[in-house]
């Protein structure tokens, strides 16, 4: 079976945002792809097919705690 690396690329940065479903634990976005393991240009590329393409609530906090998280609803 073929590997789709973009799909398991998703997944892996998809793993790390699940774990940050609050305001309160936005990751920085270097962490995020030090976890992830990808540089940071391959991580904003993933980050838009997941908001624009899937359809993923991901939000950016301009206010500390600074970072990424998933949206779940609260606002």
């Given at each position: 079976m073929k590997r789709n690396l973009?799909?398991?690329?998703k997944d892996r940065v998809?793993?790390?945002?699940?774990?940050?479903?609050?305001?309160e634990n936005a990751?920085?976005?270097?962490e995020l792809s030090s976890q992830s393991f990808m540089?940071?240009?391959?991580?904003?590329?993933?980050?838009?097919e997941l908001v624009v393409?899937?359809?993923?609530s991901i939000a950016l906090n301009p206010n500390p705690p600074y970072g990424l998280y998933i949206k779940d609803g609260q606002g």
């Amino acid at each position: 079976m073929k590997r789709n690396l973009r799909q398991e690329a998703k997944d892996r940065v998809l793993s790390v945002l699940y774990q940050h479903r609050k305001l309160e634990n936005a990751i920085d976005e270097r962490e995020l792809s030090s976890q992830s393991f990808m540089g940071c240009s391959e991580l904003r590329k993933i980050i838009f097919e997941l908001v624009v393409k899937d359809k993923i609530s991901i939000a950016l906090n301009p206010n500390p705690p600074y970072g990424l998280y998933i949206k779940d609803g609260q606002g």
